[in-house]
């Protein structure tokens, strides 16, 4: 039997294209600033989001934490979304590797209640209180199932930051698909963010990295920050290449993924024992909760896998399907079936 692999967007591997490209890919050292194909990379996306400047790292938390470390001193304090992979995926590096606090606040479908933002702004007169230095948002957001900020929103968080003082970063690890699915450019979303930081390696299918974005003064601050926890890459041009290639050329596939978690979604909420909110899919996340027939996530999970499908466990009772290159629309309708046979079999168990 096939295996159909939900389990992650970063499981996509690159493409024939890609692999010619590292290849190919002129390189130099780049700690030495010397790696053409990753200065053309950092420029792609800096003018990609609109910034001044880019920084190509090793990976997502990689990416997010240089930000984190860049903005903050020890004692300071960050607002996150309760539920952002940043506070809840990271390791709890802020706090590990600069003494940075953060401090979640509630979130309604993916972004941080405003409200309740603006509450975790402390007062700055207070001797008794850290500082709040940035708010931290997550588009898409991974654990709300993907949902996208819309640029709206965005822009009243941002001019409420500004109010305040504050800098605004987005864990945009998936920024194309909230690109894609909204029609709203990265560009739009750029203007009202002082740094993002992308994944060339999730749905994009590069092989390794992610991308930080900022001004220059930043992005200097961060590059320091990056040599400092051995993040300094030398002929790094051979990862940066199917980096340059992900931008130029994958952004719009995402669509694919998106209508196959569509589908996936509301045939999933018709078998019995499952629950999907299919009208908040928006991209490629699936969350799939388990209502009835006594399963939990990990044993639900093992019947999948019984069957030749691959999802992950995510929460209490919630099982997650990550839609990618890697999943065609047929694969769909057969891991539907799949399912449907395997509820029936456990029922009559
Ligand atoms: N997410 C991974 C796991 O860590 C959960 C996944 O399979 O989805 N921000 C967001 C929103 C992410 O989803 C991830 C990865 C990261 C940051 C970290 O990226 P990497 O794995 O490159 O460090």
Aim: with cysteine; aromatic share 6%; glycine share 8%.
């Amino acid at each position: 039997m096939r295996t159909i692999d939900f389990r992650s967007d970063t499981l996509t591997k690159p493409t024939d294209e890609m692999r010619r490209l590292m290849y190919e890919a002129e390189v130099g050292d780049d700690v030495y600033g010397e790696d053409p194909t990753v200065r053309r990379l950092e420029e792609l996306a800096a003018e990609t989001v609109g910034h001044e400047a880019a920084l190509f790292v090793t990976s997502g938390t990689q990416g997010n934490q240089l930000a984190l470390l860049s903005y903050c001193r020890s004692g300071e304090e960050v607002i996150v979304g309760e539920d952002s992979h940043i506070y809840l995926y990271e390791g709890a590096a802020p706090a590990a590797l600069g003494g940075i606090q953060l401090r979640p606040v509630a979130e309604t479908e993916g972004c941080m209640d405003l409200a309740a933002a603006v509450r975790a702004i402390r007062d700055e007169t207070d001797i008794h209180q850290p500082r709040t230095r940035v708010l931290c948002v997550e588009n898409t957001h991974n654990k709300a199932g993907g949902r996208v900020i819309p640029v709206e929103k965005m822009e009243q968080l941002y001019m409420l930051a500004k109010k305040r003082g504050l800098s605004v970063h987005m864990d945009g690890a998936r920024l194309f698909n909230a690109v894609v699915a909204s029609g709203a450019s990265a560009k739009q979303y750029g203007q009202y963010v002082d740094s993002v930081q992308f994944c060339l390696s999730k749905g994009l299918s590069a092989p390794v990295g992610s991308v930080l974005t900022g001004t220059k003064e930043f992005i200097a601050e961060a590059r320091r920050w990056r040599k400092r926890l051995g993040g300094g890459m030398r002929q790094a041009g051979v990862i940066a290449a199917p980096g340059i290639y992900a931008l130029e050329n994958m952004v719009e596939r995402l669509e694919e993924d998106h209508a196959n978690a569509r589908e996936l979604a509301v045939r999933l909420n018709e078998l019995p024992g499952l629950k999907v909110q299919a009208e908040s899919v928006e991209t490629n996340i699936v969350m799939c909760e388990i209502i009835e027939g006594g399963h939990s996530a990990e044993s639900f999970r093992d019947l999948l896998l019984e069957n030749g499908i691959k999802a992950s466990p995510f929460g209490e009772g919630v099982v997650r399907f990550v839609t990618n290159r890697h999943v065609a629309a047929e694969d769909i309708e057969e891991t539907v079936q799949r399912i449907k046979k395997a509820l029936h079999r456990a029922v009559l168990r």
